[in-house]
Every structure is written in structure tokens, then in C-alpha cells.
């Protein structure tokens, strides 16, 4: 009988302190997708020097309100960092309000198509928002691998952490979900 596969789908993915790969290290991860042909996530705790208002401007829409304006855009991951991807609450039980969402089964929803920032740039859309350009994605059978190389723990998501909680302290309050103060891991990472 096969081992029975494990699902990570609304989960946090949190680097390990010796992760090598510099796109990862300290990061934390939201799984939108696992499945048979592989993962799919955003960074959630690497915002990059351009804000909401200025992405607006980039694709020829009016900034939205304040503090949204302020807010940063993050580094979703390596692929594709070129193309905006939303993640949001849900918006209702029907969902459908956008032309390209994912909804993420008992989780978030992760939006790609342009509808989104229009009606986020009109007062309208999803409240609590995170805004990446760039996913991480994993092949079929490559985060697992990771995962045994002890290169990432997992947890089930905590929306609040996204989007409730200062970026800085994201990766602290990801490993608090499991137990797990940051000053126990391996000292082995060193310290900028």
C-alpha cells in the first residue's frame, strides 16, 4: 500500500536557519497549492521598496485609499517576479468575484488577474490584502524532498500573521505556532 500523501495546503512553510538557498532563508511561506504535480506559495515576510500606491501607478490605476497606498509589496518568490499575485481573505461562501482566483481549500484566496487592484484602486475589493510580485513553486515531489532535508517546518496557517501582525515579527509568531522560540533553533545562522 502506498504511504499516504501529505497535503500542505493552507499551511505556513518556515525556513529553517540553515536553509541555504538565499530566496528562502528567514522567510515564511503560504501554501496556496500541493497537490500531485507540485506546490505553490508566497513569501509572506520580504516586502521590497515598492509600495501599493506605487504599483498602482505602474499599471495605470488610481492609487487606493490610505494606509493601503502605504503598505509594501512583497517578494512572493522567484518565479515570475514580474506578475502581481494577491492573496486575500475570502470574500464570500459563493467566491467567483474575480476573473483568475484561487480559493484555498479552509484558507485564503490568491487572485492574479488585473479585476482585483481595480476594484481595490475603486474602495472596493477584499479588505485585508498581501500583494506579492513573484511565487515560489516547487515541482512534483520537490518540496517534499525539502521538507526531509530538514530545510522547512510546517503549520497550519494563522491568517493573523499575514495580515495582522508587523512584518519583522511574522517569522517569530510562525515558529510560535508550533512552540518554537527562534533563539533555540541551531546558532549556527549567523547574524547580520
Known amino acids: 500500500m502506498p504511504a ?3 497535503v500542505l495546503t493552507n499551511q505556513f512553510l518556515i525556513a529553517m536557519p540553515g536553509m541555504a538557498d538565499e530566496a528562502f532563508a528567514g522567510t515564511v511561506v ?4 500541493h497537490n500531485d504535480n507540485g506546490a505553490l506559495g508566497l513569501v509572506i515576510n520580504k516586502p521590497i521598496s515598492l509600495t501599493l500606491g506605487n504599483l498602482f501607478e ?3 490605476l488610481s492609487p487606493p485609499a490610505e494606509p493601503l497606498a502605504d503598505s509594501p509589496v512583497f517578494y512572493g518568490g522567484p518565479v ?3 506578475r502581481g ?6 470574500l464570500d461562501e ?11 481549500p479552509g484558507g485564503l484566496e490568491m487572485t492574479t488577474s488585473r479585476d482585483v487592484l481595480e476594484a481595490l484602486s475603486n474602495g472596493a475589493g477584499p479588505r ?7 511565487y515560489s513553486g516547487w515541482a512534483a515531489g520537490q518540496l517534499e524532498e525539502e521538507i526531509g532535508r530538514n530545510g522547512w517546518l510546517t503549520v497550519d496557517a494563522a491568517p ?4 495582522d501582525t508587523p512584518v519583522e515579527l511574522r517569522y517569530e509568531k510562525a515558529l510560535g505556532l508550533l512552540g518554537i522560540d527562534p533563539r533555540m533553533l541551531s546558532s549556527d545562522a549567523g547574524h547580520a
Not at 503560504?30 to 497549492?33: A, K
Not at 459563493?94 to 484555498?104: C, E, I, P, S
Open 30 to 33: 503560504y501554501l496556496c497549492e
Open 94 to 104: 459563493q467566491g467567483g468575484h474575480y476573473n483568475a482566483t484561487l480559493a484555498v
Open 85 to 90: 499575485f494577491v492573496l486575500h481573505e475570502p
Open 4 to 6: 499516504e500523501r501529505i
Open 58 to 60: 505602474k499599471v495605470e
Open 80 to 82: 515570475q517576479t514580474d
Open 128 to 134: 485585508k490584502i498581501l500583494v506579492t510580485l513573484g
Open 160 to 163: 493573523e500573521i499575514i495580515f
